[in-house]
Every structure is written in structure tokens, then in C-alpha cells.
């Protein structure tokens, strides 16, 4: 049995838990989130019903991946506290429309995948110290998001394709928005070649005063 790995329940079927066989090899479902499991382990997350009823959730620790949309469209889900156990973040969408507030990645990710939070909840997110690329509108219109911390000395390349953080409304330091970066990195980021267009980085005029360096 093969699962495509997409919007398995797009609206308006939202749906408070999946059922599968227990007898299904490739598959298993725990609390009715949805697994892709491999010899018996799950190691992937399919999909976790959007009308899940809870704001925390906690991974299996042996998950290590995140399918295509995932976590898309959730309605209460605000927080994933190990989420930094995943190592493998390659497919888009995986909050796309999401309710997740706060979110911390683990540092071997070096790229964020296209429409990763678009039109999300997010306020809170600490993205990886290895982080190399932003894909194109993975930020695209967050109005809640508030705080990023960059945890590398080099700010990520952007997509050209898109301006990136465009329409995220209360990351301006009028609304006490912040980007936390390392010590000695402002100049870095103030000056890097994709970070600072403005045609590609919806906040790159603000960027000297939404910048604030600290130890990480």
C-alpha cells in the first residue's frame, strides 16, 4: 500500500484523527497522526489531521523526516517541542497555512523548502546554524511572525523567483520585531548580496534596526 505524501485531507474535509489497518507494512498511525514506518519503524510523519484537538505535540523519537504538508492547515497545534529532531526537511508546504506558533530546527538542515510557513501562524522560529538557501516564499505573508533567530554568522541566500518575508506584517520594529543574530554578524547581514535587496528581502530596508547580535 503507497500513500502519496501530499494534502491527503484538503479542506473542508479536516478530519481530528486518521485510522489505518494495523496490518499496513508501510504505514501506521499513533494517536491518529499518520507514519510512514520502515522494518517496523516509524521514521517518517505523513500527515497530522488538522483537526487534531491539543497545541503540543511531541514526535516519535525515531522520526527524522517531514512529508509534504505535513502540517498544513492545522487549526490548534501551536507548538512541537522536539521538533529539532528532525534531520531531513526537504519537501514544500510542510506549514503551509498552519496554526504552529513556535518552532526550532535542528542545525544539519541547510535549506528551507518552498512555501514552507506561508500564510502561517508563525510568530517564533530559530532556524538552523547550517542554513544555506530560503526557497521562494517560505516566508510569504507570516503576519504574526515576529522573532527569527539566524543561528549562522552569514545570513541564507533568498530565492530570486520571489521577494521573500513580503507581507509579514509585524516583523517591523515599530511592532518590536527582532532578527537575532551571532555576535559580529551584523555586517554580514547588512551588506550580503541577496539578504540586503530589498527587491528580494521584503524587510531589507529595516534590517539595521530589526538586527540585534547575541551570544548563541
Same mark, same amino acid.
Do not use: H
Given at each position: %500500500?503507497? =500513500?502519496? !505524501?501530499? +494534502?491527503?485531507?484538503?479542506?473542508?474535509?479536516?478530519?481530528?484523527?486518521?485510522?489505518?489497518?494495523?496490518?499496513?507494512?508501510?504505514? /501506521? &498511525?499513533?494517536d491518529g497522526v499518520l507514519y510512514k514506518k520502515v522494518n517496523g519503524v516509524k521514521t517518517e510523519i505523513i500527515k497530522y489531521p488538522q483537526a487534531?484537538?491539543?497545541?503540543?505535540?511531541?514526535?516519535?523519537?525515531?522520526v527524522t523526516s517531514v512529508a509534504y504538508g505535513a502540517f498544513a492547515q492545522t487549526l490548534n497545534l501551536k507548538t512541537i517541542p522536539n521538533f529539532? =529532531?528532525?534531520?531531513?526537511?526537504?519537501?514544500?508546504?510542510?506549514?503551509?497555512?498552519?496554526?504552529? &506558533?513556535?518552532?526550532?530546527?535542528?542545525?544539519? =538542515?541547510?535549506? #528551507? !523548502?518552498?512555501? &514552507?510557513?506561508?500564510?502561517?501562524?508563525?510568530?517564533?522560529? &530559530? #532556524?538552523?546554524?547550517?542554513?544555506?538557501?530560503?526557497?521562494?516564499?517560505?516566508?510569504?505573508?507570516?503576519?504574526?511572525?515576529?522573532?527569527?533567530t539566524f543561528r549562522s554568522s552569514n545570513p541564507p541566500n533568498l530565492d530570486i523567483r520571489a521577494t521573500e518575508f513580503e507581507d509579514c506584517t509585524?516583523?517591523? !520594529?515599530?511592532? @518590536?520585531?527582532? =532578527? +537575532?543574530? !551571532?555576535?559580529?554578524?551584523?555586517?554580514?547581514? %547588512?551588506? @550580503?548580496?541577496?539578504?540586503?535587496?530589498?527587491?528580494?528581502?521584503?524587510?531589507?530596508?529595516?534590517?539595521?534596526?530589526?538586527? /540585534?547580535?547575541?551570544?548563541?
Amino acid at each position: %500500500t503507497n =500513500i502519496a !505524501p501530499s +494534502y491527503l485531507f484538503p479542506r473542508p474535509n479536516f478530519i481530528p484523527e486518521i485510522v489505518i489497518a494495523a496490518s499496513n507494512e508501510n504505514f /501506521e &498511525t499513533q494517536d491518529g497522526v499518520l507514519y510512514k514506518k520502515v522494518n517496523g519503524v516509524k521514521t517518517e510523519i505523513i500527515k497530522y489531521p488538522q483537526a487534531k484537538e491539543g497545541e503540543s505535540f511531541t514526535l516519535p523519537e525515531t522520526v527524522t523526516s517531514v512529508a509534504y504538508g505535513a502540517f498544513a492547515q492545522t487549526l490548534n497545534l501551536k507548538t512541537i517541542p522536539n521538533f529539532d =529532531i528532525i534531520t531531513q526537511f526537504t519537501q514544500k508546504t510542510a506549514f503551509y497555512d498552519s496554526s504552529v &506558533t513556535e518552532l526550532v530546527f535542528n542545525d544539519s =538542515i541547510t535549506s #528551507l !523548502p518552498a512555501y &514552507t510557513f506561508q500564510w502561517s501562524m508563525i510568530e517564533t522560529v &530559530t #532556524l538552523p546554524k547550517n542554513l544555506r538557501y530560503i526557497e521562494m516564499n517560505c516566508f510569504y505573508s507570516c503576519a504574526n511572525l515576529k522573532t527569527i533567530t539566524f543561528r549562522s554568522s552569514n545570513p541564507p541566500n533568498l530565492d530570486i523567483r520571489a521577494t521573500e518575508f513580503e507581507d509579514c506584517t509585524t516583523l517591523t !520594529p515599530t511592532l @518590536g520585531g527582532r =532578527i +537575532y543574530i !551571532p555576535l559580529g554578524a551584523t555586517e554580514n547581514y %547588512t551588506t @550580503g548580496e541577496l539578504f540586503a535587496d530589498p527587491t528580494i528581502n521584503a524587510i531589507a530596508d529595516n534590517l539595521e534596526s530589526l538586527l /540585534e547580535e547575541k551570544e548563541m
